[in-house]
């Protein structure tokens, strides 16, 4: 276990406070979240489940689609589990495990920022460069992006720890979180996080507004296309592959930008913690109810998957 000291004072673990303030709700709570929790699992495994089985989901938007319920696996699952505990007992965590904590947290955060960027630019080859699409958007080009995109997560985020591991924490050593996010984390130092802070908040901003510019640029062409061509059945197909996307970008940017690029709009650790919830609970279920109510191919590869496994328990 790492140690972080200063003079004769040794903190050796944090204590995550939580939803402290409304203890009489812990036990519905507990109830909630652990149901909302394995939704999350079940409804993503689900999905990917039906990309690798369906031979007709075997594309670049159901790739990007089941690297996306992946992703949202492990982001609930580095987080969950504490909150989980929280709401039962102290949840304490060592000073070593919070920085890993926050560091796979903090890289998922960034690839889930990528990836969205990704699907986007995929959509808008499909839609605006039909004829090229195949050619564009081949096995090798898609490995190559997701590759590079689950990289360059971690490698940001890993930059970030190692300056989070050179500050000092002496005490308190109570986290007024449900778990170990940047700020509450970094207001604890004893030393100075101004190198830290002012990193984190220059790669936040390079990492939420560069995607967020190739979304906004990728959907602006989309509705451009979609426009010159004639109302009906093409129009709304076309609408609707992005109308899922849109949904999901719009929730998890949304909340990203007010906690990290903006922190001043937040003006209280309860609403810090709200918003944190949006991205770290409902967007993850948010993937597998919009994408498979709003995707037929989805839906029927779900169903035809549900169909066999209620006839394998039958025989």
């Known amino acids: 276990m790492e140690i972080v000291s200063i003079g004769n004072q040794t903190i050796t673990e944090f204590v995550l406070l939580g939803f402290y303030d409304v203890p009489e709700l812990h036990l519905l709570f507990f109830i909630i979240f652990t149901v909302i929790y394995a939704s999350i699992i ?14 007709r989901l075997h594309k670049p938007m159901y790739f ?11 982001y609930t699952s580095t987080v969950m589990p504490k909150m989980l505990e929280g709401f039962l007992q102290e949840a304490t965590i060592s000073v070593a495990a919070c920085l890993l904590q926050f560091f796979v947290f903090g890289s998922l ?24 699409y195949p050619l564009l958007m081949g096995p090798r080009w898609c490995l190559g992006l997701v590759v590079t995109v689950w990289f360059s997560g971690f490698m940001v985020d ?24 940047f700020m509450p984390v970094v207001g604890l130092a004893c030393s100075n996080p101004r190198v830290a802070q002012v990193t984190t908040f ?6 939420l507004s560069v995607p967020f510019g190739l979304i906004l640029t990728s959907y602006a062409r989309i509705m451009v296309a979609v ?30 930008m007010v906690l990290y690029a903006a922190p001043s709009a937040v003006h209280s650790q309860l609403l810090s913690k709200v918003f944190s919830l949006l991205y770290t609970v409902v967007t993850p279920i948010f993937n597998p109810v919009i994408y498979t109510l709003k995707n037929k191919e989805v839906h029927q590869a779900l169903l035809r998957i549900l169909y066999i496994k209620q006839t394998e328990a039958l025989d």
């Open 42 to 55: 079940t409804g993503n495994m689900l999905i990917i489940m039906a990309v690798i089985r369906s031979q």
């Open 64 to 74: 990007f689609l089941a690297n996306l319920s992946f992703l949202e696996i492990l």
């Open 109 to 132: 955060a960034t690839v889930e920022c990528f990836l969205l960027a990704v699907m986007a630019y995929d959509r808008y080859l499909a839609i605006c460069y039909p004829l090229h």
């Open 158 to 181: 890993g930059l970030v720890v190692a300056l989070m591991a050179q500050l000092r924490f002496c005490g308190p050593n109570h986290i007024d979180h449900f778990y170990c996010d």
């Open 202 to 207: 220059i790669l936040s901003v390079v990492c």
């Open 227 to 256: 426009l010159r061509v004639p109302a009906g059945t093409s129009r709304r197909k076309a609408l609707s592959t992005c109308s899922s996307h849109l949904a999901v970008v719009s929730t998890f940017y949304g909340t990203l």
